[in-house]
T-cell receptor, first 114, second 110 residues
Framework: GAVVSQHPSWVICKSGTSVKIECRSL??????MFWYRQFPKQSLMLMAT?????????EQGVEKDKFLINHASLTLSTLTVTSAHPEDSSFYICSASETGREQYFGPGTRLTVT | TQLLEQSPQFLSIQEGENLTVYCNSS?????LQWYRQEPGEGPVLLVT?????EVKKLKRLTFQFGDARKDSSLHITAAQTGDTGLYLCAGIKYGNKLVFGAGTILRVKS
């Protein structure tokens, strides 16, 4: 149980375009989902927290207009990187929580912006 | 400012050796978790420690939570090549947010 999937697992896009990453909880309802980014050999940095049906809460320094988060249902949250630049290249990981006590992590999405 | 300091940052040892990874903070956490992450994958939860002074064992891994709930350690006995990976500690703060340490890259050589 408690499986979280992400799609796509990797994506390459051109600078200036937008890319959408999906995060799904497969066997539970996620009242809260979290989005992290991780640079090579570094730790996870929380970008934002989203609750189903409400606006996401962004961490300090994260541009909400650049990283659009939509938590439209209890099993799906999406992260859209708008007008992507090479410095946005990173490993994006989502996690989902049903009760708020445990977070279950997705397998991550490798984004490369050329 | 890193709320959770993890040490060492990198560890390379021979198979069969023992090792300890430390996670320290000036803040008190309601609970603390340890994760293991392999390249290109999401982190996998190993353990959650909740009570100050708590010790949990998972096969060859022993986790300890400090009495004051500010620090934790992970001890691996007789390391195997399959233990290679990035080990992350994470403290749970307000809003159930996880604050991750910088991570320890462990490489176990055969």
């Amino acid at each position: 149980g408690a499986v979280v999937s992400q799609h796509p697992s990797w994506v390459i896009c051109k600078s200036g375009t937008s890319v959408k990453i999906e995060c799904r909880s497969l066997d539970f309802q996620a009242t809260t989902m979290f989005w992290y980014r991780q640079f090579p050999k570094q730790s996870l940095m929380l970008m934002a927290t989203s609750n189903e049906g409400s606006k996401a809460t962004y961490e300090q320094g994260v541009e909400k207009d650049k990283f659009l988060i939509n938590h439209a249902s209890l099993t799906l949250s999406t992260l859209t990187v708008t007008s992507a630049h090479p410095e946005d290249s990173s490993f994006y990981i989502c996690s989902a929580s049903e009760t708020g006590r445990e977070q279950y992590f997705g397998p991550g999405t490798r984004l490369t912006v050329t | 400012t890193q709320l959770l300091e993890q040490s060492p940052q990198f560890l390379s040892i021979q198979e069969g050796e023992n090792l300890t990874v430390y996670c320290n903070s000036s803040s008190v956490f309601s609970s603390l978790q340890w994760y293991r992450q392999e390249p290109g994958e999401g982190p996998v939860l190993l353990v959650t420690v909740v009570t100050g002074g708590e010790v949990k064992k998972l096969k060859r891994l022993t986790f300890q939570f400090g009495d004051a709930r500010k620090d934790s350690s992970l001890h691996i006995t007789a390391a195997q090549t399959g233990d290679t990976g990035l080990y992350l500690c994470a403290g749970i703060k307000y809003g159930n947010k996880l604050v991750f340490g910088a991570g320890t890259i462990l490489r176990v050589k055969s």
